[in-house]
Nanobody, 115 residues
Framework: QVQLVESGGGSVQAGESLRLSCAVS????????LGWYRRAPGKEREVVAI????????IYADSVKGRFTVSRDNTKKTVTLQMNRLKAEDTAIYYCYAGTQPGAWGPGIQVTVSS
């Protein structure tokens, strides 16, 4: 079973940046997408960004395109979400995601953006 642990959350002001990281622990030899979901107050969990094993396919939510960048390091076994020009609407609990069957999520980490 894959294990995911997020780090790097916190509170920032609108317009500032924050970087989230996720440590991935899994048995050797498995290949799958990694990425990030988030759950804002009063909303359902939604996809933020997904990156394939090789990085050849990346998707972003429309709301974060041009501001967020997802990357992965398969040697360090991490997936990162660089969040720039943060907005108050980005306030949410962010979850690391692994595209296993079924999918897996980390415990989540809070990101708070004040205006």
């Amino acid at each position: 079973q894959v294990q995911l642990v997020e780090s790097g959350g916190g509170s920032v002001q609108a317009g500032e940046s924050l970087r989230l990281s996720c440590a991935v622990s899994d048995r050797p030899g498995r290949v799958y997408d990694l990425g990030w979901y988030r759950r804002a107050p009063g909303k359902e969990r939604e996809v933020v960004a997904i990156i394939s094993w090789t990085g050849d396919r990346i998707i972003y939510a429309d709301s974060v395109k041009g501001r967020f960048t997802v990357s992965r390091d398969n040697t360090k076994k991490t997936v990162t979400l660089q969040m720039n020009r943060l907005k108050a609407e980005d306030t949410a609990i962010y979850y690391c995601y692994a595209g296993t069957q079924p999918g897996a999520w980390g415990p989540g980490i809070q990101v708070t953006v004040s205006s």
